[in-house]
């Protein structure tokens, strides 16, 4: 049996859980709310204040999406309760983060300002014009985004300027040397 798929999913009051005929783990909780769409070989229960997920059978295939999905509803019980973030930076002469509306305005070096349309379910917060910390309750889709700003200017190894992640490491490289 999966390791991963066989321990239960907890979840305290302030979130709901429920498991539709369609087979879908709905999670309701103070942040959002998200619902993981299950494989037809893996069923879902909720009993006392947990998820338990089994399989029709032992087929590798099955083995792998009971882990996985156990893991998609853990992430959803975290992301409405708790919720998931990313912290990014920019470093560079004069770049920068302004937030307009539902539209994130960033300078990074180039001719013209880049606009990102911040989608719905993230929150975007700019502290000092030069650290962003995106937030939102789909860990997927935080993830995706901060990917996203984070492809406008990605971080180069001679000056370490672009846009990077809070907790990530620029491995620098010598520039070039004057021979004689």
């Known amino acids: 049996?999966?390791?991963?798929?066989?321990?239960?999913?907890?979840?305290?009051?302030?979130?709901q859980v429920t498991v539709t005929p369609n087979n879908e783990v709905v999670v309701?909780?103070?942040?959002?709310t998200e619902t993981v769409k299950l494989q037809p070989t893996i069923k879902?229960?909720?009993?006392?204040?947990?998820?338990?997920?089994?399989?029709?059978?032992?087929e590798p295939k099955n083995r792998a999406f009971h882990g996985l999905y156990r893991a998609l509803i853990q992430n959803?019980?975290?992301?409405?309760?708790?919720?998931?973030s990313?912290?990014?930076?920019?470093?560079?002469?004069?770049?920068?983060?302004?937030?307009k509306g539902k539209v994130l305005e960033l300078n990074l070096g180039y001719s013209h300002p880049i606009n990102f349309d911040i989608p719905a379910g993230i929150e975007i917060t700019v502290d000092k014009q030069t650290k962003l910390s995106v937030k939102g309750a789909n860990k997927e889709l935080v993830g995706q985004v901060a990917?996203?700003?984070?492809?406008?200017?990605?971080?180069?190894?001679?000056?370490?300027?672009?846009?990077?992640?809070?907790?990530?490491?620029?491995?620098?490289?010598?520039?070039?040397?004057?021979?004689?």
Do not use: H
């Not at 959803?76 to 998931?84: F, L, M, P, Q, R």
């Open 86 to 99: 990313k912290d990014l930076e920019l470093n560079g002469v004069g770049y920068r983060a302004n937030i």
């Open 28 to 32: 309701k909780g103070g942040k959002d």
């Open 44 to 58: 879902a229960r909720v009993e006392n204040g947990q998820v338990v997920l089994t399989r029709e059978n032992d």
């Open 147 to 180: 990917a996203k700003i984070r492809d406008f200017r990605p971080p180069e190894p001679y000056l370490g300027k672009g846009v990077k992640y809070a907790d990530e490491y620029i491995k620098r490289k010598a520039g070039k040397s004057a021979s004689k």
């Open 1 to 15: 049996m999966s390791r991963i798929g066989r321990a239960p999913v907890f979840f305290d009051d302030k979130v």
């Open 76 to 84: 959803a019980v975290t992301g409405v309760s708790k919720g998931w």
